[in-house]
């Protein structure tokens, strides 16, 4: 492996540990007021963009529909957000913040602001301006990469074809056929007809009295 390859491998093993210890220390502070990180990470985006639904909701935190249904059911219980008709299409529901729920982001907002300025003593101004333009890039990279990848590895859904369909006419396994054909009725053997046929056979002869001798 060579230097380049060595030091981009290095270059998301930072990147990922960034992530997981701000989020670590984040949360310790969250969990005092009753929130996980991904719930407040739902009620930073509905306050930025309220009334979303839960597909947007999912994009919006880069997640997948199920994670984001967990969280807006567990938000919902909470009262923090609610669900409301779509005016336009009534098949759609729309996620809106509660009045708890903007007050509970306010409540937790010192928590990211402190690590934020905590954080501002190692990283100056410029190097946010060297820094920021290259995770940019390489953030919208990754995104296309995952879509692209997401979208070559969905299964195809098998179904069974249609009775009308060529697949089904082509695909069709042909009804096994007759192992032996019915054998005709047999005929009768001519000895058969000809013993039929024939005339009883008479008993037999009686044997005939011999003649009686004259006596001279």
């Known amino acids: 492996m ?14 990922s540990g960034i992530q997981i210890r701000s989020r670590r220390t ?7 007021r009753g ?17 979303m639904s839960q597909a ?11 994670t984001a249904m967990v969280l807006r059911t567990s938000l919902e219980k909470k009262g923090l957000v609610a669900r409301v008709d779509d005016p336009e299409d009534g098949r ?16 937790a907002g010192p928590e990211t602001r402190n690590l934020h300025a905590k954080t501002a003593a190692y990283l100056t101004e410029s190097d946010l301006k060297r820094l920021l333009p290259v995770l940019d890039r390489l953030y919208g990279f ?7 990848n997401k979208g070559s590895s969905e299964p195809k859904r098998l179904g069974r074809p249609r009775k009308d369909s060529p697949k089904a006419k082509t695909g069709a396994k042909p009804k ?10 047999a005929k009768a053997a001519p000895k058969a007809k000809q013993a039929a046929k024939a005339k009883p056979k008479s008993a037999a002869p009686k044997a005939k009295a011999k003649p009686v001798r004259k006596a001279k």
């Not at 759609?92 to 409540?107: D, P, T, Y």
């Not at 096994?176 to 054998?183: D, F, G, H, L, Y």
Request: glycine share 4%; proline share 1%; hydrophobic share 50%.
């Open 2 to 15: 060579d230097q380049h390859a060595i030091d981009i491998s290095r270059f998301f093993e930072l990147v």
């Open 26 to 32: 984040i949360e310790s502070g969250l969990r005092v």
């Open 35 to 51: 929130l996980t990180y991904a719930q407040y990470s739902a009620l930073f985006a509905l306050a930025a963009k309220n009334g």
């Open 56 to 66: 947007e909701l999912a994009q919006a935190l880069d997640t997948d529909s199920t």
């Open 92 to 107: 759609v529901k729309r996620i809106e913040i509660s009045a708890a729920g903007k007050a509970a982001l306010q409540q």
């Open 142 to 148: 990754l995104g296309e990469l995952a879509d692209s």
């Open 176 to 185: 096994a056929k007759a192992t032996a054909k019915a054998k005709p009725a």
